[in-house]
């Protein structure tokens, strides 16, 4: 999923559109998020449930962002939410690293259903022991006889709509 998500120069996880002027955002567009969800599907790689929980997500922050609900959203700006603010949904961290240096710390499965918890290990002098807190979830279901994510923390729905004004 990681290399997935790298390669992927031209998905856009939160595809926003500006307004007449080009200073704020107003919403988020349909049509590149329609592609999203199509591409998303093609790779094999996720579940329904993780496409559907984006699907949902997209629609409601545009639905928010239309609203007002975050406030003014100026172009240049972080989100005013925490999807994709500062960091990639993807493995919510600020750098491209080696997939490879992913660490398994926690992992069951029971039956369909897997569940893990992941870490990077040693790169670029930074490791799991220097920054313990850095922990991100991840689940998987079996479909098809084929596993496929179901969840990745950095795409948690209830998480990713939160505004700066709801706190931790």
Known sequence: ???WSSSQQDFEPLPAVPD???TRFVGLDANRHRQNVYRLRQTGIFAEQFIANYDRLITNLDQMLRRGDFGEWFVGDLPPFDFA???DPWCQ???HLDPSALEIIELSI???VAAATWTWGQQGGASRDQDP???RSIRAVRED?????????GFDFDLATKGPDDGD
């Open 110 to 112: 029971e039956g369909s």
């Open 20 to 22: 007449d002027t080009g």
């Open 85 to 87: 603010s500062d960091h």
């Open 145 to 153: 006889r084929v596993w496929r994510i179901s969840y990745l923390s």
């Open 93 to 95: 961290c600020q750098d």
């Open 1 to 3: 999923m990681l290399v």
């Open 133 to 135: 807190g850095f922990k």
